[in-house]
């Protein structure tokens, strides 16, 4: 209960300041309204010139570019720009300060600041979700047991995103500077956005990697595959539990682990 009320108080504090920079918050919000309208334009004018990419046709890519978004913005909402303040707090000496408050690092780490302007690059996704769903030719039959299913694995693939991104901004504790890196996880998440079956040609390994050393392919993929009836349901959400879990239990590791090798920016 201590720190739901914690959390509570980081919402307040981000809203009082949402409110206070309206500008800055509308500006925020209309660029990463931009953004997602520049990748639809993009795909409108790829399947312009074809039926399909690897098999998914264009209205199957605009659910899965849609249930990316929607996931990226919430992740973004809730902790990707806070990990992504990370080097920059250890470079010059904010950690010192978190490590002594009197709550856990990683938490606050992660979810001091709340995105509130990212909010709608989420609400932006649902709305293109809903449009390609709209215009399937054919729509699945109505399954509560898949929907629920499919529910279940987004809330893992937002548990993936933490953790992937945990792991790797981690890493500011022993090299110097990693702003650059937050650039190379952009590009690594994107990936995610991709139909899965296009890496199959690049050979059974390039897949399995994608799929499970790093399962970019859980995190959109493979949930909206459940969805049209390609995967199975049962087999799909436990690979993609015991996925979130493991990644969980290795960034909550991977921290606890760097926090006590941390001797203060001053030594």
């Known amino acids: 209960m201590r720190y739901i009320r914690l959390y509570g108080a980081f919402v307040r504090n981000c809203i009082r300041q949402a409110v206070e920079f309206r500008a800055n918050f509308f500006a925020n919000l209309v660029a990463n309204l931009a953004w997602m309208l520049t990748l639809l334009i993009f795909i409108d004018i790829l399947f312009r010139n074809t039926q399909s990419v690897a098999g998914w046709s264009k209205a199957e890519m605009l659910v899965l570019f849609g249930t990316y978004t929607s996931l990226r913005g919430l992740s973004n909402t809730l902790f990707y720009n806070n990990l992504s303040q990370l080097p920059n707090s250890i470079r010059t000496?904010?950690?010192?300060?978190?490590?002594?408050?009197?709550?856990?690092?990683?938490?606050?780490?992660?979810?001091?600041?709340?995105?509130?302007?990212d909010l709608g690059q989420t609400v932006g996704g649902l709305f293109v979700v809903a449009y390609g769903w709209a215009i399937l030719p054919s729509h699945p039959p109505a399954d509560p047991l898949v929907a629920a299913a499919f529910t279940g694995m987004l809330a893992c693939s937002l548990a993936l995103f933490y953790s992937l991104t945990l792991l790797m901004m981690t890493l500011s504790f022993w090299l110097?500077?990693?702003?650059?890196?937050?650039?190379?996880?952009?590009?690594?998440?994107?990936?995610?956005?991709?139909?899965?079956?296009?890496?199959?040609?690049?050979?059974?390994?390039?897949?399995?990697?994608?799929?499970?050393?790093?399962?970019?392919?859980?995190?959109?993929?493979?949930p909206v595959k459940m969805l049209f009836g390609a995967v199975s349901p049962g087999r799909a959400l436990l690979e993609a539990l015991l996925l979130a879990a493991f990644f969980l239990a290795a960034s909550a590791a991977f921290w606890r682990y760097a926090t006590r090798s941390y001797s203060s920016a001053s030594s």
Do not use: E, H
Request: proline share 4%; aromatic share 16%; net charge positive.
């Open 176 to 222: 110097v500077r990693l702003d650059n890196l937050m650039i190379l996880g952009d590009m690594m998440f994107s990936i995610a956005r991709t139909p899965i079956d296009i890496f199959r040609r690049f050979g059974g390994g390039v897949f399995f990697v994608l799929t499970y050393i790093l399962p970019l392919a859980f995190i959109a993929a493979l």
């Open 93 to 117: 000496g904010t950690m010192d300060f978190i490590l002594t408050k009197p709550v856990n690092s990683q938490f606050y780490v992660s979810l001091r600041y709340i995105g509130l302007d």
